[in-house]
């Protein structure tokens, strides 16, 4: 059972007050957009054996969303971040790579 | 024969005796006893019977790895099965019997079985039962089931209690023995919070019986010193009887705590349930000896070297007269040596080994005059329920008999294994050991915690590190860089606890004993003894091409029992390798997994149960329901009220009657629990536009509107009629089901996707209690309560206003699921139960009935209103339904859009919604399927629909019925039918879905 960081409220505690929802940073597609487009955004998910970013809500807390850069294989939490973003900030990025030299080529 | 010695048994107190029963006979032990040491002390060495061939067991060691002393423990309440002997403590009173045998544990007609072995090798089931296929159903598993299990299941309620408890600790020291009470003092003295968790009663661990001097005192001076100085500091805490039961992500562990097992009379719970979040984890978990394998090696009477050694120093008791000690290490001469000690005779050692030179362990040996023959090992054990005599060979041959000699116990040990399971939960790796040929943990694969550092570390003999003063620094070494880790450190005076150093000979590895053992010996050498798996079914095993250790040990059951191969694991994976001719390591161990050690279900559950099990949701009302006949069910954590059944009345003639009398002339039903979410801000009105498939920033103020929700993938989740509440509020209801969750979906949208819409979400259910004033007295009961005007004119259909009734400040909406002239009232909850009682009142001569959840699905079902749930099931989209009409064309999105464009969403080629009645007026099952004509490919009837929701109506005193059914609104008038689970086939034709008031003219008035 993980120990998770809310970063909206600032509680850190049992994963059992969390709630994981898959992948983060998804692009929602919708009128317009390709059946491909339509397939990747409602069913193709990345599994990866190594760095993940994840959507969490803090469930029976604050009831925000945020996400989380993990390592699936470890369980090694990176960090926390808002879930008002596209994109993981910078600082953990350089965090990731410090931890886990060539990740991106690896994902 | 086993028996009490004399002298001896530093953990007995001897002058309390104790009387318990095993089998029905009394028998006597003493205060300190285990299970195991009283039985062999009352000469009752063969306990059960295994689980293929029922051969007889005996006791093989003295701590939780015995794989064969389980046993059933006391009756009604208080019976549990497969509890071990040797980790029971006796008490007076405890009542035992033995598994597995039929009809008695002395005569077994199931033994029949071990002269089949040669028919019944590994993997037999598959081979044999395989065909003629119709046999299995009918002949085969019948019989397997009736044979097979250990034990008996509880039949009565468990009487005890067990409870939780949660605790913090920077380090937990897990093990008692003297590396975890080093690791724990020194992990102490830096100021850490320390918990110390020991499974048995007694700490020190076997070092009090394997002797040792610690800083110039004897072990048990030491040991006693330290727990003074354990339990005098205030960051320490100590448990016995607590076991490390697993080792978790991040951190966290499992303890388990047997308080009251050992003394059934105490108060408070049974067992507790320690859930630890620890900074750093200190395994000291020990070591466990291996058997060896040769012919026999199962015949009661053969046990571990070391455990014989136990039951002698602990509890003064013998496992024989004659004891044969065959080993392939120097640890096997202290049991010799305590023997001769204790006045037994050792009529021979048998060394697998030569060695140039002998240790200081064989020549103590030799001093107390005991033959010891080096190089030799057993050819076979002989003897039926108790060992007879050995037949002894050379251990490089194939058998040959050089002598036989006559005894009637074995001590055999076959080197030692770490304890490495806490280790290997949650990550951390292992290595082989050459020198002392086991698996140990790898220091440089440690599991990882949450910020990528080490939270595991080992001590002691759990390190692999098997000598006491080796051990002792190595318990500090793992306090300090368990310090070091949690960002702390030791005093600068702290020194380790010196220990004293017995040299020893190498040991050498031996997996099969004499190595060129033929395969009549391999047939009765025993790898596993609770699962039968012998030397022969894994040779099979790898010769069928079961090369990887985790199909090997599926197929042949190895390490499958209930002692999870503590005992048969690494001697079956050698014996793997070797058949493989691979070496150990690259054939690699199976996956350790938790619990350790089995623990009570009861314990898992804690306090959870009853009452206690979860959290009820109450509507305001609920006490009046309660007392009003209501039957409960639940829906989610509510429980509503399913009718209101009256003396002499059944369910189903209640449910009937309210419909009747809701139609003809007023019901009252609960609608507090439906969902009540307000949402509000500049930008709500298109927040609703994109959640809900119809238009809602055009509804407006003082009106109502029925809405769907989709979610992206199209598929219908929720339904509810939205009102418009001023300028920027909108409330909307929910499903009783949907309150949280659809508050949840709205959550999630407004934060992870459009965050800068500015929009408010607030689930106000629970704010108000909301009842239905429903049929065609409804309006007249609202007027003699008197206040606002309910008219047609004032309050038509679909719309809501605030004002007073009955003095009751109310929010009135005119909105129906039942077809009749219905009012939805919200008042203040604290106001429900009162307003209830209001309406109650009025109504009485308006013939007001309350009515409740069956009523509910029943009018809506005549009115073929769907229900999110029954109608829908997470595939079924709004076309499904035939609700096109609540799909807006104008929006240019919502969610749910895009994907009814998917080809096979678009597709008309679907099952959709009609009604169904039955040609005989009988009501269909739920959930029965159409067939239709021809077969799939598996040779099943074709299905072309199935029934969603299905009644019996009063109103129109016959079965009606909704379903999805193939192109089913093509169909009207087509006869289906419904094959039954009840051997009936149902007929049924295809029809509107409203049965009931078509035109709506009923609530509309």
Not at chain 2, 569 to 598: K, M, Q, W
Not at chain 2, 705 to 732: H, K, Q, S
Not at chain 2, 802 to 815: L, T
Not at chain 2, 949 to 969: D, E, F, Q, R
Request: aromatic share 8%; net charge negative.
């Amino acid at each position: 059972m993980l120990i998770v960081s809310c970063p909206n409220c600032g509680i850190t505690a049992e994963e059992t007050e969390f709630h994981a929802h898959g992948e983060a940073h998804i692009t929602r597609h919708a009128v317009g957009s390709s059946d491909d487009q339509m397939e990747t955004y409602l069913f193709m998910r990345k599994n990866p054996k190594g760095v993940h970013f994840e959507r969490w809500r803090h469930q029976y807390g604050c009831g925000k969303w945020f996400h989380m850069a993990r390592c699936t294989m470890t369980l090694e939490v990176f960090g926390t971040y808002s879930a008002q973003t596209y994109s993981p900030p910078d600082d953990l990025l350089a965090r990731i790579d410090a931890r886990r030299p060539g990740w991106r080529e690896a994902t | 024969m086993s028996t009490r010695l004399a002298t001896g048994g530093r953990l007995l107190n001897k002058s309390t005796s104790v009387k318990f029963r095993f089998n029905g006979k009394y028998m006597r032990g003493y205060e300190g006893d285990t299970l195991a040491s009283a039985l062999l002390a009352n000469d009752q060495m063969l306990v059960g019977r295994s689980f293929k061939y029922h051969r007889p067991r005996g006791i093989v060691a003295a701590g939780p790895e015995e794989p064969n002393g389980l046993v059933n423990l006391g009756e009604g309440s208080d019976f549990e099965p497969n509890a071990r002997v040797t980790t029971t403590e006796l008490f007076d009173g405890l009542r035992a019997e033995s598994q597995n045998h039929w009809p008695s544990l002395e005569f077994d007609v199931g033994a029949i079985n071990k002269h089949l072995s040669r028919f019944l090798p590994a993997g037999f089931y598959y081979k044999m039962f395989i065909h003629p296929r119709p046999l299995w159903k009918h002949v085969y598993e019948p019989i397997i089931r009736h044979s097979a299990g250990l034990g008996r299941a509880p039949k009565t309620r468990d009487e005890d209690t067990y409870e939780h408890f949660y605790a913090f600790c920077d380090v937990l020291v897990i093990g008692g023995g003297v590396a975890g009470l080093e690791a724990a003092r020194a992990s102490a003295l830096s100021g850490a919070r320390v918990i110390v968790m020991e499974q048995t009663a007694h700490w020190g661990g076997r070092t009090p019986v394997d002797g040792g001097d610690i800083n110039g005192m004897p072990a048990q001076d030491w040991i006693d010193a330290t727990l003074a100085e354990l339990g005098a500091m205030e960051n320490v805490t100590l448990r016995t009887r607590t076991m490390g039961a697993g080792v978790y992500d991040h951190g966290y562990v499992l303890g388990y705590e047997r308080l009251t097992d050992h003394n059934p009379e105490a108060q408070g719970p049974r067992h507790r349930l320690w859930r630890v979040r620890a900074g750093h984890i200190i395994t000291a978990t020990g070591a466990i000896e291996r058997p060896l394998s040769f012919a026999g090696n199962d015949i009661p009477g053969v046990m571990l070297a070391a455990s014989v050694r136990d039951y002698v120093v602990n509890y003064g008791v013998s496992a024989g007269d004659r004891t044969v000690v065959v080993t392939n290490n120097d640890d096997a001469y202290l049991t010799a040596i305590a023997l001769k000690e204790a006045g037994l005779d050792v009529p021979a050692i048998l060394d697998a080994r030569v060695l140039p030179e002998d240790s200081a362990a064989m020549a103590r040996a030799k001093e107390l005059g005991i033959r010891v023959l080096m190089g030799h090992g057993v050819s076979s054990v002989k003897g039926g329920k108790r060992v007879t005599s050995v037949a002894v060979c050379s251990q490089a041959g194939e058998g040959s008999v050089l002598e036989e000699i006559a005894c009637d116990a074995v001590a055999m040990s076959g080197g030692w294994s770490p304890v490495v399971h806490l280790w290997s939960h949650c990550g951390g790796k292992l290595m082989w050991d050459t020198a002392n040929a086991c698996f140990s943990p790898d220091p440089d694969q440690p599991p990882k915690g949450a910020d990528g550092g080490q939270f595991v570390s080992t001590a002691g003999a759990a390190s692999g590190v098997f000598q006491l003063d080796d051990g002792l620094n190595d318990a500090f070494a793992a306090a300090d860089g368990t310090l070091r880790c949690l960002g702390r450190k030791l005093p600068r005076d702290a020194k380790a606890s010196q220990g004293s150093r017995n040299d020893e000979a190498p040991m050498a590895p031996v997996w099969l004993m004499p190595q060129g053992a033929s395969v009549k010996l391999r047939e009765k050498a025993w790898l596993d003894y609770q699962n039968d798996v012998k030397v022969s079914d894994v040779r099979l095993a790898a010769q069928e091409g079961f090369v990887s250790v985790e199909h090997a040990k599926r197929y042949t059951t190895l390490g499958m029992a209930t002692d999870q191969g503590k005992l048969s694991n690494i001697n079956g994976l050698a014996t793997l390798a070797n058949a493989l001719g691979e070496d150990i390591p690259s054939v690699g161990t199976t996956t350790f997994r938790p619990p350790y050690h089995p623990i009570s279900m009861a314990v898992i559950g804690g306090e959870a149960r009853d009452a206690a099990f979860q959290p009820i949701r109450r509507t305001p009302m609920h006490d009046w329901h309660a007392s009003n006949g209501a039957e409960f069910e639940p829906v989610g954590q509510w429980r509503r009220p399913y009718a209101y059944v009256k003396s002499g009345e059944s369910t189903h003639d209640a449910v009937m009657r309210e419909v009747t009398n809701t139609r003809e002339k007023m019901g009252l039903l609960d609608a507090s629990t439906l969902g009540k979410l307000i949402v509000k801000g500049p930008d709500a009105g298109w927040f609703l536009d994109m959640l809900y498939t119809n238009m809602m920033s055009t509804l407006k103020v003082g009106k109502c509107r029925y809405g769907l929700m989709c979610n992206d993938n199209g598929f219908l989740i929720d339904d509810g009629v939205v009102a418009r509440i001023d300028e920027d509020t909108w409330l909307c209801h929910t499903t009783t089901g949907g309150a949280e969750s659809i508050h949840a979906h709205m959550e999630e949208w407004l934060q992870t996707e459009w965050w800068d819409k500015k929009v408010y979400v607030a689930n106000v259910t629970e704010q108000y209690a909301q009842i239905a004033v429903v049929g065609p007295n409804a309006r007249n009961a609202l007027e003699k309560l008197g206040g606002m005007d309910v008219s047609k004119e004032a309050l038509g259909f679909m719309e809501w206003a605030d004002g007073v009734i009955g003095g009751f400040n109310v929010r009135v909406y005119r909105i129906s699921f039942s077809g009749e002239l219905s009012y939805e009232i919200a008042v203040d909850a604290g106001q429900g139960q009162a307003f209830w009682d209001a309406l109650m009142a009025v109504g009485a001569d308006l013939g007001a009935m309350p009515y409740g959840t069956e009523c509910l699905h029943i009018l809506r079902a005549e009115k073929g209103f769907i229900m999110i749930g029954d109608e829908t099931d997470g595939t079924v989209i709004p076309q499904d339904l035939n609700l096109h009409w609540a799909l807006s064309k104008k929006k240019e999105d919502y969610l749910g859009k895009r994907a009814h464009q998917r080809s096979h969403m678009a597709d008309p080629d679907r099952w959709k919604l009609v009604g169904l009645e039955t040609t005989d007026g009988s009501t269909l099952p739920d959930g029965a399927y159409a067939v239709g004509e021809g077969n799939n490919a598996n040779g099943q009837r074709n299905m072309i629909g199935r029934v969603t929701s299905s009644y019996h109506s009063p109103t129109l005193g016959k079965g009606i019925a909704m379903g999805l059914v193939h192109n089913g609104p093509d169909r009207m008038g087509e006869v289906l039918e419904f094959p039954g689970t009840d051997g009936k086939t149902y007929s049924a034709r295809i029809v509107d879905p409203v049965f009931y008031d078509k035109e709506g003219a009923k609530q509309n008035v």
